[in-house]
Structures are given as C-alpha cells and as structure tokens.
C-alpha cells in the first residue's frame, strides 16, 4: 500500500507540472465516451429469465378447432425436444388470442442452474424448430411477464379509410423488412435474427355470409330486420338454453343450436322460416321463408377492426433477438419516417420504444436536478461557488467507466443501468470531497497549495481505496445476476461498476489539477479587481 501511495503522489506531481496535458488527456477520454454509446444498444427493460416460455401462434384463416388443436400438440411435442422443459399448458381462443385459429403455449421451465441455455438463448432454436411444422405462424415468443405489455416494438398507423390503412401498413412491412437486411449485414446476424415476430392486426379476411333483407318487403309480411338476426344467432352460433350438472359435479352450458348438416350452405340458410307477426287465415301463425325476404351473399369480412384515438388504425408488432429492442425501434422509427403518407394519416409509435423514450427524458431531468442540487450543498458547505465545479468534474469523468462497463458485460443502455447512473452522482463526488477538503484544510494551516494537494493525495488515498472496493465487491452479487430474474437488474451494478472504478482514477489525478486552474482563475480575478480600485 505504501508503494502504491508513493505511486500516486509522483504521477499527481506530474500531473501539476503538466496541467494542460492531464486535463486535456482527461477532456478527450470524456468526449470518448459517446462515439461508445452509439454501440451500445437500448432498450426500456432488460428481458428477465423467470424460467418460463410463453409463445402464440395461429393456423390458416378458416382452420377448424380440431386442426388448431392438432398444430397445439404438435407445437408441445416440439418444445418437451429441448432440454429444461419441464411441463407445457396450452389454450386455443382464449384471453388475448381469440379465435378458433388461434393458440397460446405455455412451458415450465427447470431452474436455469440445472438448463444448458437461458430463454433469450433458446428463442432463437425454438423458432427455428417451430418454422418446420407447417402451418403453424408464430407471432410472439418470450416470457409470460411480457404479454400485459405487449410487443417491444409497436407501431400504430392510423387513419380514416381501411383500405387505405392496408396499403400503407404493407409498404411499412416492406420497409421494415428491408430495415431487417440491412440490421442484420451490420451486425453479423442470422436469417432467424434481428426483426421477428413481425405481425399486424390487420389479419387475412376471413369468409362471410352477408344477408341483405328487402326491408318493404319484409315489412310487409310482418318481419323485421331485428326479428331475422335474433332468430339466425340462435340457430347458426348457439344458444346456453341451460345448465347441466354431470356426475363429476360439475355444471357445464347447454348450447342448442341447428346440427351441422342444416346449416352448411346458403341453400340451408334460405330454407330457414321465420315466424311473422301476421296470422294465417285459421289464425296460426304465418311462417316466412328467409329466401323470401332476403338474398345471401358469400364473401370476405375483416377479422377484426381496431380503433385508437377516435379513428381506425392497423397495429404493426415485432420482437428482436440479436439486436436491442431500442436500437431496433431507433432504426424502424427513422425509416418510417422518410415514408410519404396521404393527408390524415400517420405513424404513432408505442410499446417499450415510447415508454423508452418517455422514460430517457424524465431520467435526463433526474440527473439535472441532482446535477443541481448537488452543486448547491457543495457550495454551502465549501463556501465557494468555484471549488465545487472542481469536485463536481468527476462526475462526467464516470461516463466512460460505464459505458465501457456495460460494453464488457454486453449489457444495454435501460432503465435500471441509467438508474444506476443518477446512483453514481452521489457515490463519485466523496474521492473528490475528500482531498479538496484536506487540501483546503492544510492550506489553512499555511501550507502551499502543491504540497497541500501531495499530503492529501497521499493520506487520502487509502479510504478513496477502501470506498471504492467496498462498493465494487458490494455490487458484484448483483452485477453477475445468479438469481432468478436478476438479468433486469444486473445492468444497474455493471454501470455503478464501471462508473466508480472509472471515476476514483480519474478523479485521482484530474480533480487536484482542475483544483488548481480554478484556483489560479480566482486568484487572478482579486488581482484585477485590486488593481481596478
């Protein structure tokens, strides 16, 4: 320890012999720091591993729910291939995915202790293996905890006209894709990486029967319009006539509702009567075949129709896998923004890249008022509105250290590691209060300024050390995420990590040689101020 004090005081006497060098050798490994952001990626939440697998999936438009159940099982099969896989529950037209085509499965998986690969390191593996059964899409793959949220990636095109909404959300698709390319080229991927999941709410149309009535006409014979479409419910979807309680104790809906055979064409439909509210002339009463008084039509209808902020609009979703979801939602942003679009219509983003978004600027006003306030308790407590800029300059001298942190643990730029950022503000500044303060101590006592900073630097420099280490060991539990859950949490420590290393040697040498240029500034201006009076 003595060596290393003995250390430290020669490299600060050289640092005060060379101000200018140390201090701009100090200002170009700040400005470093951001050309090193830029590969860092981003995102709003890092994913977390709770050991648990949840994917949705959909069959052709049309599929029956014997066909969707048969793809559920095949889908299982698939995932019981890779190992930790405990237990798979799945559901068809249920909670969000309704409809008879659609299907949610969900996989227990074992500790992640007792798994070769995580989740995010068996998404990859599991989509390719789910791409050989056919007919099966896959639409979302990840946790279960990020289904309430939705997709990261969430792009709303709105809009008045729906046919319009569908050709603008197909060249957005195209231009996504394209995005997708050039991702990939950059960062090395593979074909299953970087955009996936891609999907829209605007689903394939799915097979209808219109019915236009003659409404004279019906009138006419005592139907209504009302009176046809609460007859063909009943008959065609079914009705819960009542309840049945089984021998299992069980109660379980009665649904009655024509059988299958009467009901499977349009010929069937128009054979259909309806009772009017005019009497035969034995005063029983009239019946009206529906052929009478209405024409049916096959065709096409939309799946579903959505609407957000009082007009219609088609919900383009995706995941990532390679590349952070910020990053991502970045790129797709920029080049949706170079589309032209006719008047009325536009992109909305949302999901995790709003909530990012959102949540980066009130942390940027989080770390000004730190910024602030930290400036006004040190210039109380130092009586000084100069000395604290010098103590205070070891709070941009951290950046590097955290970035080149969270570059080393391959980690991202989110929520918890900007946290751990506007943590830093308080843990940096105590090196620099340490020895300002024995220096200006000594400087009382009447010793010179470069001797004042040599004797704290050399006496200092040991509980500088000990906080320092104390707070690095300290966070390394969390930094290496052992525990279930804790890959959210663990960018937080890698930046308080990175950032106190980072600052303690900087502050080390920059702080006592920044302390003296400013001193110097003041000292010059009460010359001038002498002179002038």
Do not use: C
């Not at 209405?294 to 590349?323: C, H, M, W, Y």
């Not at 941009?396 to 918890?416: D, E, H, K, Q, Y």
């Amino acid at each position: 320890m003595l060596r290393l004090e003995a250390a430290y005081v020669r490299l600060l006497r050289w640092g005060l012999r060379h101000r200018a060098v140390t201090l701009v050798a100090a200002l170009a490994i700040f400005l470093g720091a951001f050309p090193l952001i830029r590969v860092i990626g981003t995102e709003f939440v890092p994913p977390a591993d709770n050991n648990e697998l949840y994917l949705q999936f959909y069959t052709p438009v049309g599929s029956s729910l014997e066909l969707t159940r048969a793809k559920v099982q095949q889908v299982e099969a698939a995932l019981r291939e890779f190992p930790g896989v405990e237990q798979t529950y799945a559901t068809i037209n249920t909670g969000i995915v309704q409809g008879k085509n659609y299907a949610s499965v969900f996989a227990k998986l074992a500790d992640r202790t007792k798994r070769p690969m995580s989740v995010q390191q068996m998404r990859q593996p599991v989509r390719e293996r789910l791409m050989r059964i056919p007919g099966v899409t896959v639409t979302d793959l990840g946790t279960l905890s990020s289904v309430g949220s939705g997709k990261p990636i969430q792009i709303s095109v709105q809009g008045p006209d729906m046919a319009e909404l569908e050709r603008i959300a197909a060249r957005a698709l195209t231009a996504i894709e394209a995005t997708n390319r050039d991702l990939q080229r950059e960062f090395g991927l593979r074909p299953t990486q970087g955009i996936i999941d891609l999907d829209t709410s605007s689903k394939p149309a799915k097979p209808t029967v219109s019915v236009q009535v003659d409404r004279q006409l019906a009138s006419d014979l005592g139907v209504g319009v009302a009176q046809i479409g609460a007859a063909l419910r009943p008959l065609l979807a079914g009705e819960a006539a009542t309840s049945w309680r089984a021998p299992d104790d069980e109660n379980y809906d009665v649904n009655v509702r024509l059988p299958r055979s009467e009901r499977g064409s349009v010929a069937d439909l128009e054979r259909l009567a309806i009772v009017s509210t005019q009497l035969e002339p034995d005063g029983g009463p009239r019946m009206v075949r529906l052929r009478q008084v209405a024409e049916f039509e096959e065709g096409f209808g939309p799946t579903q129709i959505n609407r957000k902020s009082l007009t219609r609009e088609i919900l383009i979703s995706a995941n990532s896998d390679g590349v952070a979801s910020g990053t991502v939602g970045t790129r797709i942003d920029a080049t949706l923004r170079a589309m032209e679009l006719p008047p009325g219509y536009r992109f909305v983003t949302g999901g995790a890249t709003k909530d990012m978004i959102e949540s980066f600027g009130y942390a940027v006003q989080a770390l000004a008022l730190g910024v602030v306030f930290i400036y006004m308790i040190l210039a109380s407590q130092f009586g000084s509105f100069i000395q604290p800029v010098a103590i205070m300059a070891s709070l941009p001298l951290a950046l590097i250290g955290v970035v080149v942190a969270l570059l080393a643990w391959r980690s991202t730029l989110n929520m918890f590691s900007i946290i751990g950022f506007i943590m830093l503000m308080g843990l940096v500044t105590k090196n620099a209060i340490l020895l300002i303060d024995f220096a200006n101590q000594a400087r009382a006592r009447g010793v010179e300024r470069a001797q004042a900073l040599l004797e704290a630097a050399e006496i200092r420099l040991r509980p500088i050390l000990m906080t320092t280490l104390a707070m690095v060991f300290g966070m390394i539990p969390l930094a290496v995420a052992v525990g279930e859950g804790s890959e959210q949490r663990a960018p937080m420590a890698h930046a308080v990590i990175g950032g106190v290393i980072a600052s303690t040697l900087l502050t080390l040498l920059a702080v006592p040689v920044l302390y003296t240029v400013l001193d110097d500034l003041v000292q010059r201006v009460r010359r001038r101020r002498l002179i002038k009076s």
